[in-house]
C-alpha cells in the first residue's frame, strides 16, 4: 500500500508543475541560481523532476528501470488507437512548444515512437488505423527517414511484420539516442503528468536512452538506422587502429657532399645517391601483419612512377587551390552508370547499364592489345624487352569496350600497376579484366545480390566488394572465393574503399553508418554514425589519420579514425555526393556532386585526442544550418549541366574530375 502511495503523491507533484514552470526551472539551473530554484520549488509546491525520479525508484535504478515503474498497466485494445494519436500528437506539440535549447535534442525520440506506434497498431490488428496515423504523421519524418518510411508503408498486417525486414530491425533491436540529464527528466515528467502509458511502454521496451551529464545537443542529429548511442558502437569504436601510413618505396637524394667521380679514362661518374630513411610512423601496422606480394616489373615501375610525380607535387592550401581538369561524356545520360580515372590520368574507364565495360585513352597514343599468343610465341621475348613491345599497332583505338557482365555495371577500378581493370554488376559478379588483351581473365561469384561497389588495395593483389546483401567481402585476384565477409551493416552495402596502408577497409551503407573493418581478422573497429542518408562516397587522408563521408543527405563528414570521432561537418551542396579525394598533402578535400559542381574544403583539422573517445563526441557545434555553406568552403567549380561521378587528386596534386553531361535535368 506504501508504494502506492508514493507513486500517486509524485504523480500529483509532477502534475502541478506547470510547463511555464518547467522552463524557468530549467533556466534556474542552467545559470546555477539555487536560492531562486529552491524559491520557486517551495513556492510552487513543487519538487525537480530530478527529485522525483530519484525517490520514486533507487539510485542505482537504469533508464528503462525508471520507465518501466510507469508502464506496468494493460490497454483496451477498442481504444488503443484513439489513446496512441492523443499520445503521440501531445508529445510533439509539447516538444515544438519546448525551451529552444532542449527541443532539437527532444525531437530525436519522436521517430522511433513513431515507428512503434505504427507497429503496435498493426500488431493489435488495427490495420485500417495504423495506416491512417502513418498517413497523418509520415510527413514529419520524411526529411531524413524517407527510405525507411517507404518500406513501412508496405507492412501492413501482422504477418508483414513478422516477415518484413525493416520492421524486424526494429522489433529485435532497440534505437539508441543520447538525452541530457534534464531533456530526459523533462520527457518522463510530462509522460507521467498526462499519464501516456503507451509511449512509457514504447521506450521501455524498444529505446535505449543513455543519458549524460552537460549541455543538450543544439543540432538535430538523425543517427542511424537504429539511432546513435549504441553501447556495442562505444566498444567497438574503443578497440585499437593501425592507422599509421606504410612506406614501401624509400625516398632518394643525393650526396651533396660527394663530388663527381673522376674515372681512369677520364669520364666522370654521377655523384652517389643515398637511401633516406623515413622515421616510424606513429601507429603503423606491421609489414608482416597481411601477406603483401614483393612488387616486380610493371608494379614497381608504376611506384617508382608515382613517387617521381610526387617529387613535382605542388603544395596546396586556402591560399593555393588546385587546377582543375573536368572530362565531359556527351549523350550518354542514361546509360552511363559509373567513371574512374587512373593513377597517372591516362585511362578512364566506365560501366553501363547495357552489361559493357569501356576504357578510354586521354593521351593521344591510343590503346593497343597485345599480340595474339602464337605471335607471341615466336617472339624473342628477353629481360630486356618492353611492355610497349608486345602490343599490336594494328589494334589501336582511343577505346576499348569489353563484354561479358549481364545485367547493367555500377563500379569499375583501376588496378594499381594499371595492367587490370575490376568491374562490379548487378549480376552479382565481380570480373577482373585484362587491359593488355581486353578480356575478361576472371570472374569472382559469391554474392546473392547486385554488387554496387568494388576497390582494389592500393598495393594490388586484394580488392572489395560491396552488396545489396548487406556484406562486403575480401578476395584476391588469385582465387575466386572470399578471404573475409565483412557483415554488420543493417541494409545495403553500398561503398568500399581501402585504407591506405591496406589493412583495413572502409564501407559506407544504406543504414546511414559507416564501418572499418579489419582485413586481419575480419572483425569491425569502428562504427561512424552522424549522416541522414545512404553513406554513398569515402575518402582517406594520404596519411591514414582522417576518413570523409559523403551521403545523400548533401553533407560530408570528416573523421578521426583513431579516437573514433566526428571532427567536422562540411555543408554546401544540395544533392547527392558521389565522390571525394583528398589533396596529397591531406590539407584540401574535393567533393563531386549531382548538383553539378565540384568544391574545395579546408580539410586541416586540430590533433585530436589520444586515445578513443566514447561513442556519441562530435564535433563542436556550429551556427550552420542545413541550407548555408560551411566556412570551410573555399572554392566552388560550376558545370554546365554535367553531375560530376568522380574527383581524384593526382600525385602532382592536379585535380581531374569526371562527369555525363544531362541535356534536361529534372
Known sequence: GGGKARYTVHVNSIANMTDMDRIVYAYLKKRGYKEAQTALEKEGKVQPPSSILARTLPPESGVATQVAAFASSEVDTDSFREQIEEAYTSLNKWI???????????????????????????????????????????LEHMQYHQQEIEQLKAVTTLEHVNSSEIA???????????????????????????????????????LNIKVFTGKPKQRFDAGGMLGSASDVVGTINKKPVLWGALHLVEEEEEDDDMEDVVEGDGTKKPKRTKRKARPAEPEAPERTRIPIPEPRGRDLEMRQAAFQEIRKRVRL???????????????????????????????????????????????DRGLQSMYP???LESMDITADTKYEDLLDPETKSPSKTMFGHSGPVYKTCFSPDQLFLLSSSEDGAARLWSL????????????????????????????????????????????????RIFAGHLCDVDSVLFHPNSNYVATGSTDRSCRLWDVQTGDCVRIFQGHADTVHSLAFSEDGKYLATGADDAAIMLWDIGSGRRVKTLRGHSDVIYSLSFSGEGSLLASGSADNTVRIWDAKVASSDTGPSDIGIEDDEDDVDTGDDSPELLKTYYTKSTPVYTTQFSQAN???TA????????
Open 96 to 138: 515544438g512548444s519546448s525551451l529552444d535549447q532542449y527541443k532539437n535534442e527532444l525531437y530525436t525520440v519522436m521517430y522511433p515512437i513513431f515507428v512503434h506506434c505504427y507497429l503496435d497498431l498493426i500488431v493489435r490488428g488495427l490495420s485500417e488505423e495504423g495506416q491512417r496515423f502513418m498517413a497523418d504523421h509520415h
Open 168 to 206: 524486424g530491425i526494429f522489433r529485435k533491436n532497440k534505437y539508441s539516442l543520447r538525452l541530457c540529464s534534464y531533456s530526459f527528466e523533462l520527457l518522463i515528467a510530462f509522460l507521467q503528468e498526462h499519464k501516456f502509458i503507451t509511449i512509457l511502454s514504447i521506450i521501455n521496451q524498444h
Open 659 to 666: 562527369g555525363v553531361f544531362n541535356p534536361d535535368p529534372a
Open 436 to 483: 593488355a588483351t581486353h578480356q575478361n581473365v576472371a570472374v569472382y561469384k559469391g554474392h546473392n545480390y547486385p554488387v554496387w561497389d568494388c576497390a582494389f588495395s592500393p598495393l594490388g593483389h586484394y580488392f572489395a566488394t560491396a552488396s545489396h546483401d548487406r556484406t562486403a567481402r575480401l578476395w584476391n585476384t588469385e582465387t575466386v572465393s572470399p578471404l
Open 317 to 363: 592550401g586556402p591560399a593555393e587551390l588546385p587546377s582543375a581538369c573536368l572530362y565531359t561524356f556527351f549523350n550518354a545520360a542514361s546509360q552511363l552508370n559509373t567513371l574512374t580515372i587512373s593513377n597517372d590520368a591516362t585511362l578512364i574507364s566506365g560501366g553501363f547499364s547495357d552489361s559493357q565495360v569501356r576504357v578510354w585513352d586521354t593521351t
Open 373 to 375: 599468343h602464337d605471335v
Open 654 to 656: 592536379l585535380l581531374l
